[in-house]
């Protein structure tokens, strides 16, 4: 029995049988395979799931037609290259994640991008709703002292420190300017060059920059740039109005409105900075001075208004282990000698210091 199930297992006829089944299931298979392909392919091309509306929203200065150029240049076409199966206009399978990319890295001005259906029913219209970047600053290429050359290139800085697009010259204050060479740029043929006196508190610091088109660069990280923006705030808190502020390697040389200028540092804590200021002030006239400089923690080097170059040897040393801070200044531009009454003491952060100044 063995032997005859055998046979009858190996028979030939058998065999084609078995083969004529499997090219009938492949068949098959295959072509239900192309029907479900081709079916697919109508049903994306149907226009009730095609995107044949762009709508954008919540832009005021780039163009709606811009942007709706872009999108519908990234919906042409389909994903299937050779063979267009998907086409991209496909309410389904559109490159929304590649549309926001490209919004974004094209249109400087655009902070935020997302893009949806219309409505939960509408198959055939989406919404770019966009946020754009709004300017708390200004970066330009030319200042000199307190005001901006008449040639710079100027550009707007959003709350990142990114220099987003141009920005015209303002007459008056209407935004603090800022200058030096950007920590990243966008520009391929980029070179600064920031020259200033020899002497570090002259009136007559010159920043200059020659550049290509700098938008999309950073001026200072996110973290820089919201420090010395907080220590400008501090110093409106105390009177000083900034108008312009060159920032070189680590330093800040802010010009007031009234032309003074303060020098920080940005390795050693603003706040400090302010409250060192501030008990200085407390005591003289901002008129009393044209530079000071805060960069050397318990140092103060100043210029008295009218007078020459800041020189090293008008320094005021505060002593860093007491709580009271006994400050006593000594200037080799003056011999004139004047003793001002001591002031409360002025608290920051918790700490305090009274301050008894003599020059």
Same mark, same amino acid.
Request: net charge positive; glycine share 4%; proline share 5%.
């Given at each position: 029995m063995k032997s005859d199930n055998r046979t009858i297992l190996r028979s030939p006829e058998l065999m084609r049988r078995r083969k004529r089944r499997r090219i009938l299931r492949w068949t098959i298979f295959s072509v239900t395979v192309v029907l479900l392909v081709v079916i697919f392919a109508v049903l994306t091309h149907l226009s009730n799931f095609s995107i044949q509306n762009v709508n954008v929203n919540g832009n005021q200065a780039v163009s709606s037609s811009d942007?709706?150029?872009?999108?519908?240049?990234?919906?042409?076409?389909? &994903?299937? @290259? *050779?063979?267009?199966?998907?086409?991209?206009?496909? !309410?389904i399978f559109y490159p929304k994640e590649n549309i926001k990319s490209e919004l974004l890295a094209d249109f400087n001005r655009l902070g935020s991008v997302s893009i949806g259906r219309t409505s939960f029913l509408n198959f055939t219209s989406?919404?770019?709703?966009?946020?754009?970047?709004?300017? #708390?600053? #200004?970066?330009?290429?030319?200042?000199? @002292?307190?005001?901006?050359?008449?040639t710079a290139n100027c550009y707007y800085i959003d709350y990142t420190g990114l220099i987003f697009t141009s920005a015209p010259h303002f007459s008056g204050n209407? &935004?603090?300017? &800022? =200058?030096? =060479?950007?920590?990243? +740029?966008?520009?391929?043929? *980029?070179? /600064?060059?920031?020259?200033? $006196?020899? =002497?570090?508190?002259?009136?007559?610091?010159?920043?200059?920059?020659? $550049?290509?088109?700098? =938008?999309?660069?950073?001026?200072?990280?996110?973290?820089?740039?919201?420090? !010395?923006q907080n220590a400008l705030k501090g110093l409106k808190d105390i009177g000083f109005d900034t108008t312009t502020v060159l920032h070189r390697d680590d330093d800040y040389i802010c010009t007031t409105l009234g032309g003074v200028q303060i #020098?920080?540092?940005?390795?050693?804590?603003?706040?400090?900075?302010? /409250?060192?200021?501030?008990?200085?002030? $407390?005591?003289?006239?901002?008129? +009393? *001075? /044209?530079? !000071?400089d805060l960069r050397f923690g318990n140092k103060v080097f100043y210029r008295l208004a009218g007078q020459g170059a800041l020189s090293a040897s008008a320094t005021s040393t505060?002593?860093?282990?007491?709580?009271?801070?006994?400050?006593?200044?000594?200037?080799?531009?003056?011999?004139?000698?004047?003793?001002?009454?001591?002031?409360?003491?002025?608290?920051?952060?918790?700490?305090?210091? +009274? #301050?008894?100044?003599?020059?």
């Open positions: 942007i709706k150029n872009k999108v519908e240049s990234i919906l042409a076409g389909s &994903y299937g @290259g *050779f063979l267009p199966l998907i086409p991209k206009k496909n !309410i989406i919404d770019i709703n966009v946020t754009e970047r709004k300017p #708390i600053a #200004i970066w330009c290429d030319q200042i000199n @002292g307190a005001t901006v050359s008449d209407a &935004y603090v300017v &800022y =200058s030096g =060479s950007p920590a990243t +740029t966008t520009a391929t043929n *980029f070179a /600064s060059n920031i020259a200033a $006196s020899s =002497s570090v508190g002259s009136s007559d610091i010159v920043a200059t920059t020659t $550049s290509l088109d700098l =938008s999309g660069s950073v001026f200072l990280s996110q973290n820089k740039f919201t420090n !010395i #020098i920080f540092n940005d390795q050693q804590p603003f706040s400090t900075s302010i /409250s060192t200021l501030q008990n200085i002030l $407390s005591q003289h006239s901002l008129d +009393t *001075f /044209s530079s !000071i505060l002593p860093a282990s007491t709580s009271t801070l006994p400050l006593k200044v000594t200037s080799t531009m003056s011999t004139k000698t004047i003793s001002v009454k001591p002031v409360a003491t002025t608290t920051l952060k918790k700490t305090s210091s +009274t #301050i008894k100044t003599t020059h």
